[in-house]
């Protein structure tokens, strides 16, 4: 059973930055494939960014170009380095992983409150 821990979400100024981590144990970090979704207030849960055991990244179209996604597998951890933040980036921002053959991602964290003042 793989738990999720998510860390670094708060209230940042247009235009700053955040760094999210996301703490992964009880399973084997190394082998899943590790993804960032968010969920703003009326809005559906999308995939942010994800990343696999290569190293090979995701990204959406809205945050290409400014978020970077990135994994310690010394440390079980997952980041995303998000930069020149918007309003549009306000959302609850979820750590999910799932296992490279699956479709779904089946654990999740409890997620962080990312806010974006204007």
């Known amino acids: 059973q793989a738990q999720l821990v998510e860390s670094g979400g708060g209230l940042v100024q247009v235009g700053g930055s955040l760094r999210l981590s996301c703490a992964a144990s009880?399973?084997?970090?190394?082998?899943?494939?590790m993804g960032w979704f968010r969920q703003a207030p009326g809005k559906e849960r999308e995939l942010v960014s994800a990343?696999?055991?290569?190293?090979?990244?995701y990204y959406s179209h809205s945050v290409k170009g400014r978020f970077t996604i990135s994994r310690d597998n010394a440390k079980n951890t997952v980041y995303l380095q998000m930069n020149s933040l918007s309003p549009e980036d306000t959302a609850v921002y979820y750590c999910?992983?799932?296992?490279?053959?699956?479709?779904?991602?089946?654990?999740w964290g409890q997620g962080t409150q990312v806010t974006v003042s204007s």
């Open positions: 999910a992983a799932r296992s490279e053959l699956a479709r779904n991602y089946d654990y």
């Open positions: 009880g399973r084997t970090f190394r082998s899943a494939v």
């Open positions: 990343i696999w055991t290569s190293g090979n990244s």
